[in-house]
């Protein structure tokens, strides 16, 4: 399978702590993605770290990329509740004329209150 | 709300049926693919068209077909429905960007 690896699979936090998930792919990149996904419902974009960047910020969010050992970490920094979800990172796999993703496993945030 | 949007939400159906998930893209994209996410199989693309031509394919049975039509809206039909097809089911689209907008998905149920 092509599919990524996610860890860890489950993590429970307080509120006010931070998160951080790591992820491990197979393939050569152009570029890996975070996404979100609440239960059961749609997933949400949540970064984008292209393949010549090591490491990128949005509001609480850090992600850093190592191509060379093909992983990624994802950290959510202070946490809420409301970050309570399931994370997967997604890969955009080099070459093709096409941006199909591969995702990894997920890994499940519980943000305790 | 990404602006795709997925219909039915939930489809309860019997083994060996066939079945049609529509999927509306975000105005103006041109691709739209289509995952489907099971507790064994997690999350797999299944297939891609952009502005109405198949772009690639992924672990998509033979017994699943999609098509965009004019209109960039899609269908993934699934037919002789077995037990493991149950799942959630996936559209998403892109403008030409890397970033990739979910609808809710469909809720696949064979019984």
């Known amino acids: 399978s092509q599919q990524g690896e996610e860890d860890p699979q489950a993590l429970s936090i307080q509120e006010g702590e931070n998160a951080t998930m790591n992820c491990s792919y197979k393939t050569s990149i152009n570029n890996l993605q975070w996404y979100r996904q609440n239960s059961g419902r749609g997933l949400v974009h949540l970064i984008l770290?292209?393949?010549?960047?090591r490491e990128k910020h949005s509001g609480r969010l850090r992600v850093t990329l190592d191509t060379s050992k093909k992983s990624s970490s994802l950290l959510i920094t202070a946490s809420r509740a409301a970050d309570t979800a399931s994370y997967f990172c997604a890969t955009d796999a080099l070459g093709g004329a096409t941006n199909k993703l591969i995702f990894g496993t997920g890994t499940l945030l519980a943000v305790q209150p | 709300d990404s602006g795709v949007t997925q219909t039915p939400k939930h489809l309860i159906t019997a083994t060996g049926q066939r079945v049609t998930l529509r999927c509306s893209p975000r105005?103006?994209?041109?691709?739209v693919y289509w995952y489907q996410q099971s507790l064994d199989q997690g999350l797999q693309f299944l297939i891609q068209?952009?502005?109405?031509?198949?772009?690639a394919k992924g672990n998509i049975l033979e017994r699943f077909s999609a098509q965009q039509f004019p209109d960039l809206h899609s269908e993934l039909n699934l037919s002789s429905l077995e037990l493991g097809d149950s799942a959630l089911y996936f559209c998403?689209?892109?403008?030409?960007?890397?970033?990739?907008?979910f609808g809710p998905g469909t809720r696949l149920t064979v019984l």
């Open positions: 770290i292209r393949s010549n960047e």
């Open positions: 068209y952009y502005n109405g031509e198949e772009r």
């Open positions: 105005s103006g994209d041109l691709s």
């Open positions: 998403a689209s892109s403008g030409g960007g890397n970033e990739q907008f």
